[in-house]
């Protein structure tokens, strides 16, 4: 049991060995095995299992410094230590890296040129450290980069040029005032989480494959009238925790089909705005809102056309039970969560 478990992971984990059914797979994966117990060098400091010799576990151990990364390793994890630099020479000849696991250490100093020649790096998690910038020449092969949690303050308009398959980019909790150009040309970006910055606006040029946007915990004021229009698959926004009011919202900035979570609660909104009937989720606890209006869900023409809202939060806000007409039985008739 436990070989087949092992040999499914290198089967995984080397597409190329095949498939198990195929015997060719077995001769590869016993090669693969005799050349671990060959050894290959591994740091003191680190473990190297001999069952998968491409893996250098290095986390939970005090580090101050990067160790040396032998070229075979294509898996490090050096998180929760205590690493402040990153130098131009860290990955040296380990240049078929595809996981580098630096959270939760306290870099503060990155090379310019120390991910430079990473050209199959996936996963970058740098998030709970200590950055003021995002690293420079970041590898265009990212596909999961993590950098919440740190200082950093400017994002670059070129600081992901190029990154065709970054689906997972997280800026969450750090000093960001705004992004500009930087996320243009993203096209396969599905996950951004903004949250926890200073951003007055909405970042500009998101890409259009996005699935969730996150910008809860900021100071935006507005969103632009057709910051929505361009998606075809964004179904989570949240944007609670900031400065909105009725102004910033335009008529129908809100009412795109497709949406199913959207999150305004903690603003300072006086009115409903107008949702698409597609809506599952609606989040508006904690305003300043004094009317119930049920055009902001159906159209007051075809009231057979309802709202598909599941949830409905309107806690907190200047309206209670005696506000709701009877006529939202008709519109809001899955809404069986109305919190007022
Ligand atoms: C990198 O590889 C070259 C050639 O294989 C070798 O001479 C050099 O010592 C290696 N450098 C490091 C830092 O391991
Ligand atoms: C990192 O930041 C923490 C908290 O802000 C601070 O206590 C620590 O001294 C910093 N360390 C370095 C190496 O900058
Ligand atoms: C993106 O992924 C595809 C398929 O895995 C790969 O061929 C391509 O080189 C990658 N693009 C970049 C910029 O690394
Ligand atoms: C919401 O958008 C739909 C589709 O674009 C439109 O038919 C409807 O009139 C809009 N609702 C309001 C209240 O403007
Ligand atoms: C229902 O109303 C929405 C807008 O609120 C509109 O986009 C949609 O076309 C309407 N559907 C039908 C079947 O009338």
Redesign the pocket.
């Known amino acids: 049991m436990r070989l087949a478990a092992l040999l499914l992971l290198l089967g995984l984990l080397h597409p190329s060995l095949g498939h198990p059914r195929d015997p060719l797979f077995w001769v590869a994966a016993l090669r693969s095995m005799q050349a671990d117990n060959t050894g290959g060098e591994c740091p003191a400091e680190c473990d190297c299992p001999p069952t998968f010799p491409i893996a250098m576990y290095c986390d939970n151990r005090n580090l101050k410094k990067m160790p040396y990364i032998p070229s075979r390793m294509k898996y490090v994890y050096l998180q929760h230590n205590q690493i402040t630099t990153v130098p131009d020479s860290a990955f040296g000849n380990a240049t078929n890296l595809i996981w580098i696991m630096l959270h939760e250490n306290q870099i503060n100093t990155v090379g310019k040129k120390a991910f430079a020649n990473l050209?199959s790096l996936e996963r970058l998690y740098l998030n709970g450290n200590n950055m003021t910038k995002v690293p420079a020449n970041l590898?265009?092969?990212l596909r999961d980069l993590r950098l919440s949690n740190n200082k950093i303050a400017k994002v670059p308009p070129n600081a992901f040029e190029?990154?065709?398959?970054l689906t997972i980019l997280l800026l969450q909790n750090n000093a960001i005032q705004e992004v500009v150009g930087a996320l243009k040309g993203l096209k396969s970006l599905i996950l951004l989480d903004v949250s926890g910055n200073k951003l007055k606006k909405v970042p500009e040029g998101l890409p259009d494959m996005l699935h969730q946007l996150y910008l809860e915990s900021n100071s935006i004021e507005a969103v632009p009238a057709d910051f929505l229009d361009h998606f075809s698959n964004l179904q989570y926004i949240r944007i609670s925790h900031n400065e909105l009011t009725d102004k910033g919202i335009p008529p129908n900035a809100f009412n795109v089909s497709g949406l199913i979570e959207l999150d305004l609660s903690f603003n300072k909104l006086e009115r409903i705005p107008t949702v698409s009937t597609s809506l599952e989720h609606l989040y508006l606890q904690a305003n300043q809102i004094k009317e119930f209006t049920l055009g902001s869900f159906c159209s007051v023409v075809d009231i057979t056309n309802f709202s598909k809202l599941k949830v409905l939060r309107l806690d907190g806000n200047e309206i209670n039970r005696r506000d709701v007409p009877s006529e939202a039985s008709l519109c809001l008739r899955l809404a069986s969560d109305i919190i007022l």
């Open positions: 050209m590898p265009r092969s190029g990154m065709n398959n």
